[in-house]
């Protein structure tokens, strides 16, 4: 594996960095004040102009799409960056060091991960109606897996159903946690849900497309995550009550869920890591800068012991964070998602807890000021803690990574399957 950076993303690294510098965290403020005057007005969900300014901004720069690989964009019919997943990685670092920001350059979840899988298992039709619409901005989606009622750590357990009636497919079903579905612009739900209990495990599963507004869906109410409510994109408890869509809009055909979401998520979580690491590399920043300005007890908090042995573990664990999800995207481009199946699971374990780790030790040398919003430490940390559920629980990836390193010396374990679960 070469550690350096290929040219190509050298060159857009530079351009994304020198836009991040000059729109991205110069708006931070400017959104905090919309988001504030928004729910004054009782319009908390209404899509934020600073990020639809940013956005035009983005596309004049050429940084629009940046995720879109040279295969998706090919079946799309459109352009686009045409990077492996090793050369986007970085970009998504970036990116990532305000959670917001992935959006202004239609770079965000869930969006990225259904384009991809409405390119890889859609109909010319579906890319018609929904994929052009997404990678131009115009439209955003959800993706409605995880339930209440049953442990979605383990993706068979999901009750909906998805049952064929015709020329039709009726979906019932109650689903919460599903990111995206409060903003006003969602149009499309890929669900997931049992089309037939009776076959094999992993067979059971299917995906349909549902269009959002479609008579039967019920949005209950936003979910907070730790007192945020992520408007105006959001996470909703929702239900499908006997929802109908057309037959055409099963992706690949019936029992095919487990293989869909397999495809879908491998990339997903590779983009969720870099992210991760992004702001965990900006909450290092914030500590050092905080430390070096504050005086406690005669000296500066920089020159305390405690601060600087967590400021050289932060160092270790960033790096060692990204040399291995660089390391999963390497091996993911040379050998498939398949082959990169151990990789992709350690990253999940390894980038939140990090990430949680490193914010956490800023906040701290913050004091007071890290526990509320005048510094973006304390929702990064709710966003943080947030991704060791949704790509699936710590657990769940430990669990299978255990299985498959026995599996070297054992037949115990040899064909534990991947985790499904909601992602990015």
Not at 149 to 176: L, M, P
């Amino acid at each position: 594996m070469d550690f350096d950076y290929s040219p190509r993303t050298h060159e857009l690294r530079a351009r994304l960095l020198k836009f991040m510098d000059e729109h991205v965290y110069p708006s931070e403020k400017a959104l905090a004040n919309e988001l504030a005057a928004n729910t004054a007005a009782g319009k908390r969900w209404t899509p934020l102009e600073v990020i639809e300014s940013l956005k035009q901004k983005a596309r004049d720069a050429g940084l629009w799409n940046l995720w879109l690989p040279k295969d998706t964009a090919t079946i799309a019919g459109v352009e686009g960056a045409g990077l492996s997943n090793q050369e986007y990685a970085p970009l998504a670092e970036i990116m990532g060091r305000v959670p917001w920001a992935p959006e202004v350059f239609n770079c965000s979840a869930p969006d990225t991960g259904n384009m991809e899988t409405i390119a890889r298992y859609g109909s010319e039709e579906h890319r018609r109606q929904w994929l052009l619409p997404l990678l131009e901005g115009r439209i955003r989606s959800a993706f409605a897996m995880t339930e209440p009622e049953v442990a979605s750590s383990d993706a068979t357990n999901i009750e909906t159903r998805i049952e064929r009636q015709g020329d039709e497919y009726v979906v019932n079903g109650h689903k919460w946690w599903i990111s995206g579905a409060g903003d006003p612009r969602c149009k499309v739900f890929i669900t997931m849900g049992k089309s037939d209990p009776e076959a094999p495990r992993h067979s059971q599963q299917s995906m349909v497309l549902v269009p959002a507004g479609s008579p039967g869906i019920r949005i209950v109410r936003p979910l907070n995550v730790l007192g945020y409510d992520d408007a105006p994109h959001g996470h909703v408890e929702m239900y499908f009550e006997n929802v109908r869509v057309p037959a055409s809009n099963i992706l690949l055909g019936e029992g095919r869920g487990f293989e869909i979401a397999q495809g879908r998520l491998g990339p997903g979580r590779i983009h969720h890591c870099m992210r991760l690491i992004g702001q965990a590399e900006r909450a290092l920043e914030l500590m050092c800068r905080r430390a070096s300005s504050r005086t406690a007890f005669g000296k500066t908090v920089a020159q305390q012991t405690v601060t600087q042995e967590r400021i050289a573990e932060a160092r270790c664990r960033i790096d060692m964070a990204r040399l291995l999800t660089l390391k999963a995207a390497w091996l993911m481009d040379t050998a498939g998602n398949k082959v990169a199946k151990t990789e992709i699971a350690m990253i999940k374990v390894v980038a939140p807890s990090m990430a949680c780790q490193v914010i956490d030790w800023a906040m701290q040398v913050h004091g007071g000021g890290g526990m509320c919003d005048d510094f973006p430490l304390a929702y990064a940390y709710a966003h943080a803690r947030t991704l060791r559920f949704a790509d699936g629980p710590d657990e769940v990836h430990r669990n299978a990574i255990a299985k498959w390193e026995l599996g070297k010396y054992s037949a115990y374990g040899a064909d534990a399957p991947v985790p499904i679960t909601r992602g990015g």
